[in-house]
């Protein structure tokens, strides 16, 4: 096997790899060409040290906090925004539906520049977009809310390179129980950073009495991660961890990538199943503080709506039930994995089928007791972030190394399409329809619109329990590929849901 030449010093500096081509020319994914036989001579060494990769860790980790901490700031202060501009829920809704639907249009084209090109430039220069529009979002006037929207769509572009690549690094730092691990730490932080951006967005409007400065915080505390990925990120060869150091590389066209991923059923119905996730957690993100402070006001608990310690007490829960949640579902996905060998999709139904009571106790009781409201939301949230570490690992082991930044911005362009993009100004439309032109009712239309969410995590569940029936062929499939594991003698396995046999040659 000879070393490809890089020709552009944009794309990764080439070292020895394992190639999914044979000279023979069989296609992708044939046994023949299994990387087991591909294995070099000299003694492997890892490409990344162990020290430098638990740095990068912590740089990936602390830029994707700020990055969901920036996402949710918005919703800490959304009452604020509602009255400095006049607006109704609907056209609240959509500050998060264009921040979304620039984020989702634009991962694909950034899934395929990962797949092939130097992914720390990538990131460098996304976080870089993010941090000059969320600071210039931070200084619009009561007649620019047009200018607000397109700067928070603009800070989406920045997101989707860095959301789209970084897991792929850690893919390829870290193999089995390891990166199980590093994968829940990276995705405990998507719900740590949403509650802290609650916590801070409202604390800095309070503290300055102005709702702009909560926009302000994290652009700052950008800037450092910036300068830390610039430092001390590398750019790890592909496929590094499962090859001992080597990576692996192949040519395809976006098209043969995109064809593979849609033979592979567990990640079809996998992306279904976050899609259905995205929806939910994106509509009670961006609502139930909203939702709440009204509840205070029906109870005549308070005298108008906009009550800081909701957002206070809401981001607490967020990042409390995040971290659990996540410690919780990828301890029971290392328990039980190799035991049972669909557990992780299993994890997940479980996950979101038993939030949806949690819901619906939730929406109903909230007009009658706060404290009972937030155990219920405590106990949902806890359930559903059972999801975010174990989906995260599906996707890294059910897909070849070469193709995962565009199988990660395939499931981000789905799941905030048809998830978080639209169902924040979804539910804002229904709460607008149900009692037009009422300020009184604003509660109970908030209320029953929200009775969206429960039967969107049922759908959910169901996905997830699909998934769990292809799982274990997919999974046997890429490690056979990768050479992790011997394949049967003389006995061929049944043929798995991603196509591995050369049908031209049969």
Same mark, same amino acid.
């Given at each position: 096997?000879?070393?490809?030449?890089?020709?552009?010093?944009?794309?990764?500096?080439?070292?020895?790899?394992?190639?999914?081509?044979?000279?023979?020319?069989?296609?992708?994914?044939?046994?023949?060409?299994?990387?087991?036989?591909?294995?070099?001579?000299?003694?492997?060494?890892?490409?990344?040290?162990?020290?430098?990769?638990?740095?990068?860790?912590?740089?990936?980790?602390?830029?994707?906090?700020?990055?969901?901490?920036?996402?949710?700031?918005?919703? $800490?202060?959304?009452?604020?925004?509602?009255? !400095?501009?006049?607006?109704?829920?609907?056209?609240? =809704?959509?500050?998060?539906?264009?921040?979304?639907?620039?984020?989702?249009?634009?991962?694909?084209?950034?899934?395929?520049?990962?797949?092939?090109?130097?992914?720390?430039?990538?990131?460098?220069?996304?976080?870089?977009?993010?941090?000059?529009?969320?600071?210039?979002?931070?200084?619009?006037?009561?007649?620019?809310?047009?200018?607000?929207?397109?700067?928070?769509?603009?800070?989406?572009?920045?997101?989707?390179?860095?959301?789209?690549?970084?897991?792929?690094?850690?893919?390829?730092? !870290?193999?089995?129980?390891?990166?199980?691990?590093?994968?829940?730490?990276?995705?405990?932080?998507?719900?740590?950073?949403? $509650?802290? =951006?609650?916590?801070?967005?409202?604390? !800095?409007?309070?503290?300055?009495?102005?709702?702009?400065?909560?926009?302000?915080?994290?652009?700052?505390?950008?800037?450092?991660?910036?300068?830390?990925?610039?430092?001390?990120?590398?750019?790890?060869?592909r496929g590094a961890a499962e090859t001992h150091g080597e990576g692996v590389t192949e040519q395809s066209s976006y098209l043969e990538d995109v064809k593979y991923l849609l033979k592979n059923k567990s990640y079809v119905w996998s992306s279904l199943g976050v899609t259905a996730l995205a929806f939910l957690t994106g509509a009670l993100a961006f609502w139930l503080p909203n939702f709440l402070s009204r509840a205070r006001v029906y109870q005549k608990l308070s005298d108008k709506p906009g009550d800081?310690?909701?957002?206070?007490?809401? $981001?607490?829960?967020?990042?409390?039930? =995040?971290?659990?949640?996540?410690?919780?579902?990828?301890?029971?996905?290392?328990?039980?994995?190799?035991?049972?060998?669909?557990?992780?999709?299993?994890?997940?139904?479980?996950?979101?089928? $038993?939030?949806?009571?949690?819901? !619906?106790?939730?929406?109903?009781?909230?007009?009658?007791?706060?404290?009972?409201?937030?155990?219920?939301?405590?106990?949902?949230?806890?359930?559903?972030?059972?999801?975010?570490?174990?989906?995260?690992?599906?996707?890294?082991?059910?897909?070849?190394?070469?193709?995962?930044?565009?199988?990660?911005?395939?499931?981000?362009?789905?799941?905030?399409?048809?998830?978080?993009?639209?169902?924040?100004?979804?539910? =804002?439309?229904?709460?607008?329809?149900?009692?037009?032109?009422?300020?009184?009712?604003?509660?109970?239309?908030?209320?029953?619109?929200?009775?969206?969410?429960?039967?969107?995590?049922?759908?959910?569940?169901?996905?997830?329990?699909?998934?769990?029936?292809?799982?274990?062929?997919?999974?046997?499939?890429?490690?056979?590929?990768?050479?992790?594991?011997?394949?049967?003698?003389?006995?061929?396995?049944?043929?798995?849901?991603?196509?591995?046999?050369?049908?031209?040659?049969?």
């Amino acid at each position: 096997m000879e070393p490809r030449a890089s020709v552009t010093s944009f794309k990764d500096i080439p070292v020895r790899r394992w190639s999914l081509r044979s000279s023979c020319s069989l296609p992708y994914g044939s046994f023949a060409n299994s990387l087991a036989s591909l294995a070099p001579d000299a003694e492997e060494k890892p490409a990344i040290s162990p020290k430098r990769a638990y740095v990068t860790m912590f740089v990936l980790c602390y830029v994707n906090l700020l990055n969901y901490m920036e996402r949710y700031t918005i919703a $800490g202060v959304l009452t604020d925004i509602q009255k !400095f501009f006049d607006i109704k829920d609907s056209t609240a =809704g959509l500050l998060q539906t264009v921040f979304i639907c620039s984020f989702l249009l634009l991962a694909p084209l950034f899934g395929y520049l990962g797949d092939r090109y130097n992914r720390k430039y990538i990131m460098i220069g996304g976080l870089s977009v993010w941090l000059l529009t969320a600071t210039a979002s931070s200084f619009v006037n009561e007649s620019q809310f047009w200018l607000l929207a397109l700067l928070r769509g603009l800070v989406g572009t920045g997101e989707a390179s860095y959301s789209t690549v970084a897991p792929t690094i850690i893919s390829d730092l !870290f193999t089995g129980g390891k990166r199980s691990i590093m994968i829940c730490i990276f995705y405990i932080f998507i719900p740590v950073g949403s $509650g802290l =951006g609650y916590i801070t967005g409202r604390g !800095f409007a309070s503290l300055t009495g102005d709702w702009h400065w909560a926009l302000r915080i994290t652009p700052i505390m950008g800037a450092v991660g910036l300068i830390l990925m610039i430092v001390l990120c590398p750019n790890p060869p592909r496929g590094a961890a499962e090859t001992h150091g080597e990576g692996v590389t192949e040519q395809s066209s976006y098209l043969e990538d995109v064809k593979y991923l849609l033979k592979n059923k567990s990640y079809v119905w996998s992306s279904l199943g976050v899609t259905a996730l995205a929806f939910l957690t994106g509509a009670l993100a961006f609502w139930l503080p909203n939702f709440l402070s009204r509840a205070r006001v029906y109870q005549k608990l308070s005298d108008k709506p906009g009550d800081s310690s909701d957002s206070y007490i809401f $981001g607490a829960v967020t990042v409390a039930t =995040g971290i659990l949640g996540g410690a919780l579902g990828t301890s029971l996905s290392r328990r039980f994995r190799d035991k049972v060998p669909n557990a992780d999709p299993l994890i997940c139904a479980v996950g979101m089928l $038993g939030s949806v009571p949690c819901l !619906f106790i939730t929406i109903f009781v909230a007009s009658a007791s706060i404290p009972a409201t937030y155990v219920f939301i405590f106990l949902g949230e806890l359930l559903l972030s059972l999801n975010w570490a174990v989906l995260a690992d599906i996707l890294l082991y059910v897909v070849v190394p070469t193709r995962r930044a565009t199988a990660e911005a395939l499931q981000i362009t789905v799941g905030h399409l048809l998830g978080d993009a639209g169902s924040p100004y979804l539910l =804002g439309v229904i709460s607008d329809a149900i009692y037009p032109g009422s300020p009184d009712r604003n509660f109970d239309s908030l209320k029953y619109s929200l009775l969206l969410c429960p039967v969107v995590g049922i759908v959910g569940g169901v996905f997830f329990v699909v998934t769990a029936v292809y799982i274990a062929e997919d999974r046997k499939a890429v490690q056979q590929l990768l050479g992790e594991e011997p394949q049967p003698p003389q006995h061929p396995a049944p043929e798995p849901s991603v196509e591995l046999s050369n049908r031209g040659n049969v």
